[in-house]
């Protein structure tokens, strides 16, 4: 069993509206090896008065490559678990327990395109493989289709155009609606690509009934779910 292991948090960023990156310091002399999409659980030292208890799994949203702190996104609005509230408004330095990494929602090798489909938060793991594959000068067309209410509530806006102007094999389909049959089939080379989709649950179900729809083999389709917490 992996153990957990303290990080203090260092820094909170906001990515959009009620939308932050919150940063965890790796400790001077630790090493924290993770693939990209993998993700933590975070525990605080504090007691927490709702029924899932002081621990939270997260999607990390930094690159491997990074080796100064872990990153992850999340919603904060104005109804919030008392989990989030405890991260949110304690003091920059304080430590809290992570175990990790974990998960298998991780790149496969491949010379097929990638397509990222994400909706909301779910962009969370897609900005490590982007991060991570740019870096590393990846020659895989790559396509990330990003579906959110609106500009106001799209993290990494900023941060995804300056990875497409680095990477030219990364095309960025940006909506303000659902993901359709129509964008998938318009967008995407169906026959020569994985698909990777993140978001809620009714949202993914829905994206890979529609894969199935069009002939997308199970083994080229991976997904995560995001519930909330």
Known sequence: MISEKKFPIIERVKVADSTYELRFGIPKGEEFNYLPGQYVVVRVNKKVADSKGPSRSFSISSSPT???YISTCFRFRDEISEFKNEIMNCELGTE????????????TESEKNIVLIAGGVGITPFMSMICYLTENKNKQK?????TNRGEETRAYSKELKDLEKKNKNLKLVIR???VTLDCIKEKTDIKESIYYICGTTAMVLSVVEMLKELGVSEDRIKFEKFSGY
């Open 66 to 68: 990074n080796k100064k």
């Open 176 to 178: 303000d609606e659902r």
């Open 142 to 146: 790559i396509t990330l289709i990003y």
């Open 96 to 107: 809290v327990f992570i175990r990790g990494p974990l998960g298998k929602f991780t790149l």
